[in-house]
């Protein structure tokens, strides 16, 4: 009976650190995927409303997908959202960044930035830590951690 | 106490997580580094272009257009590798391209660029409506510059921009009048009317001219002078004479007369009509 509420205390209790940590995330995310790409193309004049839903609909899906990572990360389902997460980042960089070529004009000038090599830098992070998730996963799977009881005397 | 032992990552994990941080901080430092350079660089393009410093000097004649003295400084801290590409067009035709390939500007340093462009104006000449437009009518020269600027291999900005250059017709300001008029015999008198341009094109103006003068008191007559050959080089002014054998009444009276005029060079004929008062 204690033991049991032992174990629904720590469930609480892991629960509660991951919302922390996936609300901390979600802020992270929400600065890098949402807000830096709004102000560049708002400070730009790039910025379309297609280019708005883009940046809307990618931030939504990436929002999501941290949020179960982190909540079911023991679960199969955080792991395949993870390996998704890290898909859709990786695609959404290469996206909003129109595949590493932006064109703006400047007072009669049409300036056009080509950054393939940044953009590669950018999309092997969230490919890497796709990586890293899977190579946890199976590493969990086959080495299980124990589960130490402490024994009144 | 419940309590989980937690496994130590292993090592391929580590080397993951090793991965990604480095990953991420070399992302991040050149950001920032190429970020700076660019920003003083982009600063010193544009305040160099607000205050006319650096700006280069650009000078045309019948074969080459000159693009001299146009400085640019790196005051970033990466090295600045520069391209710059011109493009000179009459209306769609080209005229004539050019580049400096790669120049690499280190960081804290200057380098001047000129650029020669050869101007190829065989399109003008073959082409009946642009020859005509360059004949007859001050045209514009669109100048296209393109400048590629590089912090490689990370970021590469091209700057495109134009504007225009007018190009003086090649028969500016032609105009004919009557010079003298000389008694040949008792019924006849030589008429020598005088043309003159200037050629304020790029090209050479090089043909033959046909003028006939409408009679005034006959209808459908027409007084021929023999043809002459035009020639004039860029920026040359021409004076050429038409010798017109008259009727000695044809000149009587102060009136316009109309000349008609062919022209045929390069293998093109132009008509049109003028004319000049007595």
């Known amino acids: 009976m204690r033991l049991e509420a032992h174990r629904k205390q720590n469930r609480v209790l892991t629960y509660a650190g991951r919302a922390a940590k996936a609300a901390i995330f979600l802020v992270i995310n929400y600065a890098i995927f949402f807000l830096a790409p709004s102000s560049f193309f708002s400070t730009t004049g790039l910025l379309t409303s297609e280019i708005e839903a883009t940046i809307s609909s990618y931030f939504l899906v990436i929002a999501s997908l941290t949020a179960l990572n982190i909540l079911l990360k023991d679960n199969v389902i955080g792991l395949a959202s993870s390996i998704c997460l890290g898909l859709v980042q990786a695609l959404y960089i290469y996206v909003i960044t129109d595949g590493g070529v932006l064109t703006i004009s400047l007072s009669g000038l049409a300036l056009t930035l080509k950054f393939k090599m940044l953009l590669y830098l950018m999309m092997a992070i969230p490919a890497v830590n796709m990586l890293k998730q899977i190579s946890d996963y199976l590493s969990r799977s086959s080495t299980q951690p124990i589960e130490m009881v402490e024994v009144e005397g | ?278």
Not at chain 2, 40 to 55: P, R
Not at chain 2, 79 to 88: F, N
Not at chain 2, 141 to 166: N, W, Y
């Open chain 2, 1 to 278: 106490m419940a309590g989980v032992a937690e496994v130590e990552q292993p090592l391929i994990s580590k080397g993951f997580r090793l991965l990604t941080a480095g990953l991420g901080i070399t992302l991040l430092l050149t950001l920032a580094a190429i970020a700076y350079s660019f920003y003083e660089d982009l600063a010193y393009f544009f305040q160099g272009l607000g205050v006319s410093e650096g700006l280069p000097q650009i000078s045309i004649n019948g074969t080459h257009l000159t693009v001299s003295g146009l400085t640019l400084a790196n005051r970033g801290v990466y090295p600045l590798s520069v391209a710059l590409r011109s493009d000179v067009k009459i209306g769609d035709a080209d005229l004539g391209s050019a580049e400096t390939g790669e120049i690499v500007v280190p960081p804290s340093m200057r380098k001047q660029i000129d650029l020669t462009l050869p101007i190829n104006f065989s399109k003008a000449y073959t082409d009946y409506n642009l020859l005509k437009t360059v004949l007859f009518n001050a045209t514009a020269a669109t100048f296209v510059m393109k400048v590629d600027f590089g912090l490689q291999p990370f970021i590469g900005a091209s700057f495109e921009g134009g504007f225009s250059g007018r190009i003086g017709a090649a028969l500016e300001g032609l105009t004919f009048r009557l010079r003298s008029v000389e008694q040949l015999n008792e019924t006849h008198v030589r008429a020598d009317v005088e043309m003159k341009f200037t050629n304020a094109s790029p090209l050479v103006v090089n043909g033959l001219l046909h003028a006939s003068l409408t009679s005034t008191r006959q209808k459908n007559l027409q007084h021929t002078a023999p043809p002459i050959e035009v020639f004039a080089q860029p920026s040359q002014r021409y004076v050429g004479q038409l010798g017109f054998t008259l009727p000695k009444e044809e000149l009587e009276g102060e009136m316009w007369y109309v000349l008609e005029l062919k022209f045929d060079t390069l293998g093109h004929t132009y008509v049109w009509k003028a004319g000049f008062r007595v």
